[in-house]
Each structure stands twice: as structure tokens, then as C-alpha cells.
């Protein structure tokens, strides 16, 4: 059932109600992106906001962009884990995430919580919601969108602290950038919603087998 067409309106606007319904989305967070997601998905419903809005949208091309989404997602964590973070000073090894290493019994759960609450909760969130609310507020000249990109992206390296310190703020301001810059230029989700779950997933592979710091050093020994 949609929203009538006066609630759907006040849902859209920024109104005392649109914004704490966005401000009890943005908390919600706290719960995991996938309880986000589902309300972002109920906002969606009784606002009237298509899903076509939220960036979902079939691609012209699925299997290439399945493709091609993988093979950035992978390319992109070697880069970051090989060049940029070690130029910014970051441990070879991500403590947070260490106990994974050669702990085949908690392979599933994480690699479920990346793929549901990371690749499509966060995305769902940080790169069609706030695409979309940021767009109502701002317009859509070119100058707005690259301010959203930045907004989305500095927010997505915020949400990355409580975790995982300045390391990860600073890992996740650039695949922000990365996720942000394309969901800005395909205006459609699930391109980077593959480079995200590929991303994280070539990140816990490096984890699980003792690699990372072997591939931190390899151009910075």
C-alpha cells in the first residue's frame, strides 16, 4: 500500500516530517545498514518514490557489468592496500578484522554481513537515498552533484571510525569517492553494489590467508 498523495508529499519535502523521518533513518544506522535499508525501502513506499529513483534500474548489459564490477572492486582494494595507505602511514594489517585470519568458521557470517548489510544496505543508503535527498534539496546541476559525492562519500568514511579508526575513515573516503563517482555518472545501483561486495570480499580473502601485509609492502617494503 502507497502513501496517500498529502503524507507521500510531506515524506518527499523537508517539512517537520520528511526531516525526522530522515533523521530516524540516519539513526537507524546504528542497528546495521540493512535495517536502513528496509526503511529507506518503506520511506520509498508511502512517499511514492519510485525504486527507479533509489538508482534501480535494470543495467543495458548485466553480465558486463557484473564484470566489470568485480574486476574494479578487486583492482581497486589492491591498489588502495598496496599505494595510497601505506603513503598515508596505515598499519599493513587491519586489527579489527585479524581474528579472520585462517578462521574458516567465521568466514560465513562476515561474508554475509558484507554482502546484505555492507554491499547493499550501505549503498542502498549512502548512494541511492542520500543521492535522492540530496538531489531534492540541492537540484540537480552539476555542481550539486559533485557536492553530493563528496557529502555521501565524507559520511560513508565517518561510519567507518567506531570500527575501524582513522585507517578505515581513510580507506573508506576514497572507495566512497570511487562508489559515489560512479553511482553520480551511471545513475543506476548495481554497479556499485558489485564493486562494493567484490571490494570487501577480495579484502576479507587477503585477511583470511595471511596476505595483507605481504601485498602492503610489496611497493613499499
Known amino acids: 500500500m502507497t502513501g496517500s498523495p498529502d503524507t507521500a508529499q510531506r515524506l518527499r519535502q523537508f517539512g517537520p ?5 530522515m533523521l530516524a533513518i540516519f539513526a537507524s544506522s546504528v542497528l546495521g545498514f540493512t535495517v536502513t535499508a528496509i526503511l529507506v525501502f518503506v520511506w520509498a513506499r508511502h ?20 564484470i566489470a564490477g568485480v574486476a574494479l572492486g ?3 582494494k589492491l591498489g588502495l592496500k598496496s599505494i595510497a595507505m601505506p603513503l598515508l602511514g596505515a598499519p599493513a ?3 579489527t578484522y585479524h581474528y579472520v585470519t585462517g578462521n574458516a568458521a567465521a568466514l ?3 561474508i554475509g554481513t558484507v554482502l546484505i548489510s555492507a554491499a547493499f544496505g550501505e549503498e542502498v ?20 552533484l559533485f557536492a553530493t559525492v563528496l557529502v555521501t562519500s565524507g559520511l560513508f568514511a565517518l561510519a567507518h571510525y567506531q570500527d575501524q579508526g582513522l585507517p578505515g575513515v581513510e580507506q573508506a573516503s576514497m572507495t566512497g569517492l570511487v562508489l559515489g563517482g560512479i553511482y553520480a555518472w551511471k545513475k543506476e545501483i548495481w554497479l556499485p553494489m558489485i564493486v562494493h ?3 570487501d570480499l577480495a ?5 583470511y590467508m595471511g596476505w595483507e601485509e605481504a601485498v602492503a609492502r610489496l611497493l613499499f617494503p
Request: hydrophobic fraction near 60%; proline fraction near 6%.
Open 47 to 66: 512517499s511514492n518514490t519510485p525504486l527507479l529513483a533509489l538508482g534501480f534500474k535494470t543495467p543495458a548489459h548485466p553480465a558486463a557489468t557484473f
Open 93 to 95: 594489517v587491519n586489527q
Open 125 to 144: 543508503f549512502f548512494r541511492g537515498y542520500l543521492f535522492e535527498r540530496l538531489g531534492a534539496l540541492l537540484g540537480a546541476s552539476r555542481a550539486a
Open 203 to 207: 579484502a576479507i580473502l587477503l585477511i
Open 17 to 21: 516530517l520528511g526531516v525526522v523521518v
Open 108 to 110: 560465513p557470517l562476515l
Open 197 to 199: 561486495a567484490a571490494y
Open 74 to 76: 578487486v583492482t581497486l
